[in-house]
């Protein structure tokens, strides 16, 4: 079946220090979503990528989707502590797969 | 605001006990989920439903059954609970189709004895 796999698991950073998380699928995708989940919370949607070699921001936040369709990034330049959580991918054909996500710790 | 309510934030159980999770999205919703989140496993899909009374197996229904009798309303059923089904259970709805957003409830935190 389709797999998703995210890494790097773990990571800890400065406060200031950017931040990418990478994302990789055995299969093309529809389409390719992001999560962050808040110590204690539940995933909350941050954003879908849909088109081959799409780029958006927010804010602070930059995600890729790679031109085959199979891979995905997150990027957060000079990161806060607010940024603190686990962020996932999911990747879309027939259902969402998600990621094993990235636990992001930023230390003050 | 899209609200998915979870019955429960805690749960404990014993082993053999049946135990019913149940989920409830106020959105008119016509996808459902059922995951368990596992720490390094990320979410993992159990079972979903596209309509009412109709219900399809995700990656790991092994030891799990679902209902849904109505739209709003998706519970997970564990027929015999046992100590490896101690997780975090997470309900989530969405749209129809794949590119959808999916809300997700508080979660439930189950722990088999």
């Known amino acids: 079946g389709q797999q998703v796999m995210q890494i790097p698991q773990y990571q800890h950073v400065q406060e200031g220090e950017d931040f990418t998380t990478y994302c990789n699928s055995s299969?093309?995708?529809?389409?390719i979503q992001w999560y962050k989940q808040r110590p204690g919370g539940h995933p909350v949607f941050l954003i879908q990528?849909?088109?081959?070699?799409e780029v958006k921001k927010q804010k602070r936040l930059t995600f890729q989707f790679g031109e085959a369709k199979k891979n995905s990034s997150l990027h957060i330049t000079a990161t806060q502590t607010t940024d603190v959580g686990t962020y996932f991918c999911?990747?879309?054909?027939?259902?969402?797969?998600f990621g094993s996500g990235t636990q992001l710790t930023v230390l003050p | 605001d899209v609200k998915v309510t979870q019955s429960s934030r805690y749960l404990v159980k014993r082993t053999g006990e049946k135990v019913f999770l149940e989920c409830v999205q106020d959105?008119?919703?016509?996808?459902m989920f059922w995951y368990r989140q596992d720490p390094g496993l990320g979410l993992r899909l159990i079972y979903f439903?596209?309509?009412?009374?109709?219900?399809e197996k995700g990656d790991i229904p092994e030891g799990y059954s679902v209902s849904r009798e109505k739209k709003e309303r998706f519970s997970l059923i564990l027929e015999s609970a046992s100590t490896n089904q101690t997780s975090m259970y997470l309900c989530?709805?969405?749209?129809?189709?794949?590119?959808?957003?999916?809300?997700f409830g508080p979660g439930t935190r189950l722990t088999v004895t």
């Open positions: 989530a709805s969405s749209f129809p189709g794949g590119g959808y957003e999916q809300y």
């Open positions: 299969t093309t995708l529809s389409n």
């Open positions: 990528l849909v088109k081959s070699g």
């Open positions: 999911a990747g879309s054909r027939r259902q969402l797969t």
């Open positions: 959105m008119d919703h016509e996808n």
């Open positions: 439903s596209y309509d009412v009374k109709m219900k």
